[in-house]
C-alpha cells in the first residue's frame, strides 16, 4: 500500500504552495471569523484550502477529499471510498492569529486495508513559518527537510533531508513529554507527573499544532499525550509520519494505551491518544531532583 510517486510528489508540494499562500497572508493585517463550531476561520485557511484541492485534484481527481474546510460526506459515502485524502489547510489556527509560528499544513492519504480499516499510507506536515517539512511513508521511511530545499522534484528534496528518527535529537537529553499549548488538560497534568516519577528530570515541553506529533517522530520528545479533543484532519498526516518512523499512535482507553487510532469513522472526533516512541539504546539524563518546563 505504498503509494505511487506521483501521489507522493503532489501531496508535498500542495502543502509546500498552501504554506506559501498562508505566509502571505500571516505577513500582513487579517480578520478572523467564528465558523458554526466556534473555531477562528481566516483567509488563510481558505486559500490554503483552495491550492491544497487543486494539486491533489490534478495528481488523481478520482481520489476523494476529507478536510476540515470543505464538504464533510456522510459516512455512508465515505465507508466506500478505497483510497482518500484527508487534510488540514491550517492546523493551529489559534497559533497563527497569535503569530507564534507554531502552525502547520497536514495532508495524508489513506487506503483501505484488507480487514477493513483506513491506514495511512503517506503524511506530509509542513511549518511555513518555521520553514520545515516532513514526509512520512510507513514501511518505507520518514524525513525532515527544510521548506526551501524544494526545487519542485521528491528524490531531490529527500536527498537534502534528514531521516528520522534524528539519533542527535533522541542522545543526551532527558525524558521529555510534549503537550499543547492550547490545550492542556487536569488529565494530561496527571500523566505528566506519573511520569516524573519514574522520570525525575522530565522536561515538559508546549508545543501548537501537529507539530507537537512531529517532535515524537523525529526524536526530540519521547511522548505527546492529548488528553483533551482532536478531529481525525488535525492527527492524520501526524499519524502517518509517526508510524514511518517507528513511532505509535494509541488511543487511550480507561487510563492505559490501546489500540491504534481509527479513521474515516461516521464521528469524525479522535478519541483521547498517546504518541510513544521507544527510546532504545540512547542515553537519557536520569536522576534526582525536579524536571522542567519549557518552551519551544
Not at 82 to 108: M, Q, S
Not at 223 to 250: H, I, K, N, Q, S
Not at 265 to 273: G, H, M, R, T
Request: aromatic content about 8%.
Amino acid at each position: 500500500m505504498i503509494p505511487e510517486r506521483p501521489l507522493r510528489e503532489a501531496a508535498l508540494r500542495a502543502a509546500l504552495e498552501a504554506g506559501q499562500e498562508i505566509l502571505e497572508v500571516y505577513g500582513g493585517d487579517f480578520s478572523v471569523t467564528t465558523k458554526r463550531d466556534a473555531s477562528p476561520l481566516t483567509e488563510a485557511d481558505t486559500r490554503a484550502q483552495r491550492v491544497i484541492v487543486r494539486r491533489l485534484q490534478e495528481a488523481d481527481p478520482a481520489i476523494p477529499i476529507l478536510s476540515e474546510e470543505g464538504r464533510h460526506q456522510p459516512h455512508q459515502e465515505r465507508s466506500r471510498w478505497n483510497r482518500f485524502w484527508v487534510v488540514d489547510p491550517l492546523d493551529g489556527t489559534k497559533e497563527f492569529i497569535k503569530k507564534n509560528d507554531e502552525f502547520t499544513v497536514n495532508i495524508a492519504l489513506f487506503c483501505r486495508s484488507g480487514t477493513g480499516d483506513a491506514l495511512p499510507v503517506l503524511g506530509v506536515v509542513v511549518a511555513p513559518a518555521l520553514a520545515v517539512a516532513y514526509l512520512g511513508v510507513p514501511g518505507e521511511g520518514a524525513w525532515r527537510g527544510s521548506t526551501d530545499s524544494w526545487r519542485g522534484d521528491l528524490e531531490g528534496f529527500l536527498s537534502r533531508s534528514r531521516t528520522l528518527p534524528d539519533d542527535g535529537a533522541c542522545r543526551d537529553r532527558p525524558y521529555r513529554i510534549v503537550a499543547s499549548r492550547s490545550h492542556m488538560s487536569d488529565e494530561t497534568a496527571a500523566f505528566v507527573e506519573e511520569r516524573r516519577r519514574e522520570h525525575p528530570l522530565l522536561e515538559l515541553v508546549s508545543s501548537g499544532s501537529s507539530l507537537k506529533i512531529c517532535r515524537v517522530a523525529e526524536g526530540s520528545a519521547d511522548e505527546y499525550p492529548r488528553f483533551a479533543p482532536t478531529m481525525e484532519w488535525d492527527t492524520a498526516a501526524g499519524d502517518a509520519l509517526a508510524r514511518a518512523a517507528g513511532c505509535e499512535v494509541l488511543r487511550w482507553e480507561e487510563g492505559s494505551p490501546a489500540g491504534p487510532l481509527r479513521y474515516n469513522k461516521e464521528d469524525l472526533l479522535n478519541p483521547w491518544f498517546l504518541v510513544r516512541r521507544t527510546r532504545s539504546g540512547s542515553a537519557r539524563q536520569e536522576g534526582s531532583g525536579q524536571g522542567e518546563e519549557r518552551k519551544e
